[in-house]
């Protein structure tokens, strides 16, 4: 099942968003990787210029363009079986941004255009990311290292699996 997860916008300056959204709108903090902030509730913050070259990676003229509109946000869903879900998009011939790839703390994604040229972000839930690594032998400390993810939330996942 391909879940709904959050809404991402874009914002040009994470301290001036986190002021507005927390102090103002009293928003709390889920998970705060710095330059990509999720708050409970569902929706996330995370710095335009390192998102873009995130998602758009080593495609220069097409971070270039990218200004306002469609590509100021982003709607995220999460699924177990990204490689299923990846070759159905294929099969119908879906615009993608770009293929499944490994973002830097392990959680493979892969972003495609809505018919409206909106992102659509899917990717693995990242406690499938914690136990495809604790799998491998790494130790809970170096799984929360490698996965950006707090000790705490470690243990957790791993406790119930």
């Not at 758009?56 to 590509?71: H, P, V, W, Y």
Request: net charge negative; no cysteine; charged share 30%.
């Amino acid at each position: 099942m391909i879940k709904f997860i959050s809404s991402v916008l874009f914002v040009k300056d994470i301290a001036v968003s986190r002021m507005f959204y927390e102090e103002i709108l009293d928003q709390q903090v889920e998970i705060d990787y710095g330059v990509n902030i999720g708050y409970l509730g569902g929706f996330s913050v995370w710095r335009k210029d390192v998102a873009h070259q995130n998602i758009f990676r080593d495609n220069k003229a097409e971070i270039e363009l990218i200004g306002s509109g469609n590509q100021q946000i982003e709607l995220y869903f999460e699924v177990e079986y990204i490689d299923e879900v990846y070759k159905k998009l294929k099969d119908h011939q879906i615009e993608f941004v770009h293929d499944i790839f490994e973002q830097p703390w392990g959680q493979r994604v892969v972003r495609v255009y809505d018919p409206d040229k909106y992102i659509i972000e899917l990717g693995e839930p990242m406690n499938v990311v914690i136990k495809r690594y604790y799998e491998t032998g790494m130790t809970l400390e170096e799984v929360a290292e490698r996965s950006l993810t707090p000790i705490s939330i470690v243990r957790s996942v791993i406790n119930n699996k």
